[in-house]
């Protein structure tokens, strides 16, 4: 059998490759790139490439939220610098009020106007989305020329405009809507009503501080009774007008969306010097006097109601007038005057009256009751005994504005330690406010901002700590927390009762800055300490209420100041991070924020 002689391999010559080789190197250069990317930084810009692609994913899709909360939850997002950017909502969600949708709200029950209350999607369900302004969006006049003119584009809508402009509320001028102060009731202008009410009510010496304005319209009382001292805050449904309370807040009048239909307002008891309805339209008598009795609940012992239009010597309407009288009597109110369709009572400055027989029904409410609670609570028909003896809470009789602003009052005494708390926190937040001013350099006492939010606002040391800055504060405090808006108001500032894993009452882009200390403490539940809602939904409601350009001021802890800078980045706000001042407790950090000016989502056709 023969032999093949093969010739000896040359030296240097290379082997060739087989399909082994080839799995083989792949493999391992697979290994390698996979631990540089993961142990590296170099694999950031790819992560973080892969993130956005994910966050902006359609903003309808029920994963998106869970993608989005994912990433910011997870130790790679910590590590990285870049993050996944929440996407903008539809065009046709520039007004989106989550809690006022007329679409989900005209499918309920109208009685007692129950529709137009709040009524909220369940946590999760919206879109998570930044709600972007409308084209042609111009950062705000400034205070207070803005009491009198707003660019046109900002909310560009004309109903208004077209239907109540011969009654002085407001008219298109070039690329303006332009105030004349006019209303229904007061066509020849606030200021010569307001004038008029002063010769029945003492608006001009600092007695007089809150008050209430219901179905506002665009809130020129409310504006025009800052020349009196008087902090007005003025509300109204969201209805067919379109953007009442919206045309009102980009004034810088203090307003936000509610309606008297089933539930209690947002307010304690006693919260206002003043009440007002100038052809409001709320059936004061119906449902055996309901509507009437939460007024009294809301006015403080020794304040004026005044009522100006319907049913007030109304044609065809004299039952309702008669009716009107008669409730007030069997609260021992006191009529001042009845001048033409307007009436002036003042409310018993001692003791809560106590009714007889009557055709309404009414008496006391029960030590039960208690008639600060007014988060989610079913109207009373029965009246709210005062608590404080000697009429310490009664107009009149407490200090008179500004006095009151510093004056620890009666119903904080109920509060453990109440004075001494009182007294501390309001120099903590004079301090406070100074470094803000002078060491992180937020525009605070400048025209750059008007309208304020404190968040989680205790007894409302930081709006105190700017009494002097032409801006007004709207103080906020969480339903689940204790319920000190009752001291808020006694100081003389306003406030609302809100949660915050819910939407806020307002339009978009409606405050210039916003303020909240403690951020993470909003989502627990006090009781069981466990997260009710995601700091995320938190932030992106803050973005949908703040205006762009405006600024965000957030305190809390390093840790927790850390993960809001991350879902800073992902609402895409521009932040800095900065320590506390020296007496600040547990190395508390403070994120100051800037919103930027989105544009519109270009439509596809």
Known sequence: MGHVNLPPPRRGQPRPWTLLDLVSTAFFGAVIIFFVLVFTSLGDPLAAAGRRALARSDPSDPRQRERVLSLLDSPRSQRSAAGPVIPTCP???IDQMPCEDPRRNSQLSREMNFYRERHCPEPGELPLCLVPPPD????PVPWPESLHKIWHDNMPYNKIAERKGHQGWMKEEGSYFIFPGGGTMFPDGAVQYIEKLGQYIPTDSGLLRTALDMGCGVASFGGYMLKENIMTLSFAPRDSHKAQIQFALERGVPAFVAMLGTQRLPFPAYSFDLVHCSRCLIPFTAYNGTYFIEVDRLLRPGGYLVISGPPVQWPKQDKEWADLQSLAVTLCYELIVVDGNTVIWKKPSGASC???QNEFGLGLCNDANDHSEAWYFNLKNCISKVSIEGGEIAVGYMA???ERLSKPPARVSLIKNGIDVFEADTRRWTRRVAYYKKSLGIKLGTTSIRNVMDMNAFFGGF???????PVW???VIPARKPLTLDVVYDRGLIGVYHD???????YPRTYDLIHVTGINSLVKDPATGKSRCH????MVEMDRILRPEGTAVIRDMPDVIEKVGRIAHAIRWTYNIHDGEKEARGGEKILVATKKLLKLPTVSH
């Open 400 to 402: 008179k504005w500004p």
């Open 354 to 356: 106590i009714p007889g």
């Open 535 to 538: 700091l995320v939904d938190i």
């Open 136 to 139: 042609g969006y111009k950062i």
């Open 473 to 475: 504060v709207m103080n």
């Open 91 to 93: 065009v046709d969600e």
């Open 463 to 469: 709006a105190a700590a700017l009494m002097s800055d």
């Open 500 to 506: 915050w894993c819910e939407a806020f009452s307002t």
